[in-house]
């Protein structure tokens, strides 16, 4: 009886071994994908965005500047990213989820 349970305990945490590796590969894919996809980049301008992505799917409303050292945060969203500015400067580009629901990287298609 004891040797059955040992037996079905260790199967379980081989299963669940084998999710979180399979988990970690994913990952791991995720961001090479990440890495040769052309990304804007720091201290772009927003012509400079504009001229090498086109035009934005939409820009969202403006955030900030309610105070002189607010800077203002402006948003940018293309299918695939979002661009974040201040004032006219690219500060940061985040991939979009798949699904509102999607926790953590993007699955590679």
Do not use: H
Request: aromatic content about 6%.
């Amino acid at each position: 009886m004891i040797r059955s349970i040992t037996l079905a305990v260790a199967i379980l945490i081989a299963g669940l071994a084998a999710d979180s590796a399979s988990a970690d590969v994913l990952l791991i894919q995720r961001v090479q994908a990440a890495s040769t996809t052309t990304l804007p980049v720091r201290g772009q301008t927003m012509a400079q965005v504009r001229a090498a992505f086109g035009s934005p799917q939409s820009e969202l409303q403006p955030r900030g500047g309610q105070q002189p050292n607010w800077p203002i945060i402006n948003r940018w969203v293309y299918p695939e990213f979002i661009v974040y500015f201040e004032n006219e400067r690219v500060i940061n580009t985040v991939l979009v989820r798949t699904r509102p629901d999607e926790r953590g990287p993007k699955p590679i298609e």
